[in-house]
């Protein structure tokens, strides 16, 4: 009989922020892994970065270790920052001494077998360099922040001038020698692998797709709401096509006698907007932000979840949740977001991420509501981010 060991590692996350702090997709995928280590047995620690009366360690109940260190930056949160003080504080990010210092002799302390990093703007540049040094580095790109100092990239800006100034391919070069060759660099998308690898970045390192599954598959047969519910999840922010969203449903749902809902989750800039249409269209339903077994009831009710985005983007956690929910999904065609529609036709639809295009497709939702009812989405594999990784740990 073949016997098999378990290997009980040291891994060490690296993050910009965790927790109480964190605000999207990359801080959920570190909490989910490391949670998922740590109840392996694994040693978990997770380093991330707070305001100074913040600083600690803390061990959370599932055994992760939090040290949460000081930013040593102008903030930790950069909305609604002036351009000149990010401008500042993504220089100073190459040069974070005293937080690459403190993260160096943590890591000493520590050994770990593995150092896995993530996103780590707004803290030190320096610190895949000293991962390199001190054992296996592990890196996954969440955005484009190393190659567009915004991490954001619109449709139709590919070649405009403030992606491609001097100053942009300064950054650039500076980000290619401060962060190497890890080990192993993985994403959630084909595309972002191969958009680092078209800008020169990681020569010498593995490249790996680790799609962010975690949601378990629901049983079929979920019991849709009796009125076409439209569902949106995510930053409530132009560039992510909320406002699109709302002003079509405005103009579509007045004069109009089908029974029709728009669902709205989330948080960021557009909230006051939001609510605002919502007072003066009651088909509108403002629901904020809640706990993902709320929102995954609240998916597998809907008819269609949309994702107008209208910016480039990696792998969207809320697709995985959808199609884990068996509710169709509408993606823009853009950056990453849609390899998990296009790979299989059942799961829903890709639009341009034009307005005219999103406009357009939400009309013919609302009007070909049986073609809607029988689409029949699937995940496309039951394989975890967490099995992953810990393969790819003991393999390179």
């Known amino acids: 009989m073949e016997l098999r060991y378990t290997i009980i590692m040291k891994i060490v996350h690296i993050t910009n922020v965790f927790g109480e702090f964190g605000r999207g997709g990359a801080e959920n995928l570190v909490a989910r892994v490391a949670a998922a280590q740590a109840g392996q047995g694994h ?27 000081f930013h040593w930056c102008l903030f930790l949160n950069g909305q609604g920052k002036s351009e000149l003080e990010r401008t500042i504080n993504t220089v100073w990010t190459f040069f974070n001494v005293p937080l690459a210092i403190e ?37 996954t790109v969440h955005d484009i922040q190393l190659i567009i100092p915004s991490g954001r990239m619109q449709a139709g800006e590919e070649f405009a ?22 080990a192993v660099v993985t994403a959630a998308s084909n595309w972002l692998l191969q958009y680092y690898k078209s800008q020169k970045y990681f020569s010498r390192s593995h490249m790996e797709l680790v799609r962010q599954f975690f949601v378990a598959a629901q049983p079929p047969g979920s019991i849709r709401r009796a009125r076409f519910t439209i569902l949106f999840a995510g930053e409530l922010s132009e560039s992510k096509g909320v406002k699109m969203l709302v002003d079509w449903f405005v103009k579509f749902a007045h004069g109009l006698y089908l029974p029709l809902d728009l669902f709205i989750f989330g948080a960021g800039p557009l909230q006051e907007y939001i609510l605002a249409a919502a007072a003066h269209t009651p088909e509108i339903h403002f629901e904020g932000s809640v706990a993902p077994d709320v929102l995954a009831e609240y998916m597998r009710s809907s008819h269609v979840v949309v994702v107008p985005s209208l910016i480039y983007e990696n792998s969207p956690n809320v697709v995985i949740e959808a199609l884990a929910c068996h509710t169709p999904v509408s993606v823009s065609d853009i950056g990453g977001a849609a390899e998990l529609i296009a790979a299989n036709p059942q799961n829903g639809w890709v639009v341009e991420p034009t307005t005219d295009a999103w406009e357009a497709h939400l009309t013919w939702l609302v009007q070909n509501q049986q073609a809607v009812l029988e689409k029949d989405p699937v995940l496309l594999s039951s394989a975890d981010a967490a099995t992953h990784f810990l393969n790819l740990y003991e393999q390179t």
Do not use: C, D
């Not at 803290?123 to 991962?131: D, W």
């Open 103 to 139: 993260v160096w002799l943590q890591l000493n302390k520590i050994r770990p077998n593995i150092i896995h990093t993530h996103n780590l703007a707004g803290t030190s540049f320096l610190i895949p360099r000293l991962a390199q040094n001190i054992s296996k580095h592990i890196h």
């Open 161 to 182: 001038p403030h992606n491609h100034s001097r100053a942009v391919r300064m950054y650039q070069r500076m980000t290619r020698m401060w962060f190497g060759n890890p």
């Open 43 to 69: 040693e978990v620690h997770v380093f991330t970065t707070v305001p100074w009366n913040a600083r600690g360690v803390e061990v959370l109940a599932n055994g992760i270790i939090v040290h949460k260190l």
